[in-house]
């Protein structure tokens, strides 16, 4: 699997066609390689995108079914890249990966954007599950050609 020109790993649309599509967004290279490994089997399209300003044209570029959003983004706010989300769609569930609890005032704020659920960033086996259980819950899932 080869990077596209944004030196983002992409499964092969060819093999996912007609089934969901999840954006992982996180800083750490190691979060997304595991990610990308532990979904890479799965019946939807996967897309990594290495930081928030990655993820913004890449996001411009379609529409997803469900976005995994790191909540200590190194480049821009993971708050303010929910809110570019929300801009460009109301109806994709983000979830935030976060690292540590967050203040009552930011989870107000992220429910106020419709984050709909936290999970914790270092249980990666737990994030491909709520992935999994998310596509088995919308239809979304599809089988392999």
């Not at 990077?3 to 089934?19: R, V």
């Not at 996967?46 to 996001?59: E, M, N």
């Not at 967050?102 to 709520?130: K, M, S």
């Amino acid at each position: 699997m080869a990077p596209n020109q944004h030196g983002i790993l992409e499964s092969p649309e060819e093999n996912h066609a007609g089934c969901g599509r999840v954006l992982i967004v996180d800083h750490d290279e190691k979060v997304l390689t595991v990610m990308k490994r532990l979904l890479g089997d799965a019946p939807y399209n996967t897309v990594t995108a290495r930081g928030g300003l990655k993820a913004l044209p890449i996001l411009c570029q379609g529409t997803f079914d469900l976005v995994l959003v790191d909540d200590k983004l190194l480049d821009v706010s993971s708050e303010e890249l929910v809110r570019q989300i929300r801009s460009a769609s109301t109806r994709t569930p983000v979830v935030v990966m976060q690292s540590a609890p967050h203040t009552d005032d930011l989870a107000v704020r992220y429910a106020q954007l419709g984050v709909c659920f936290f999970i914790n960033r270092d249980d990666p086996e737990g994030i491909a599950v709520l992935v999994h259980d998310h596509f088995l819950r919308t239809r979304f899932l599809c089988t392999h050609s």
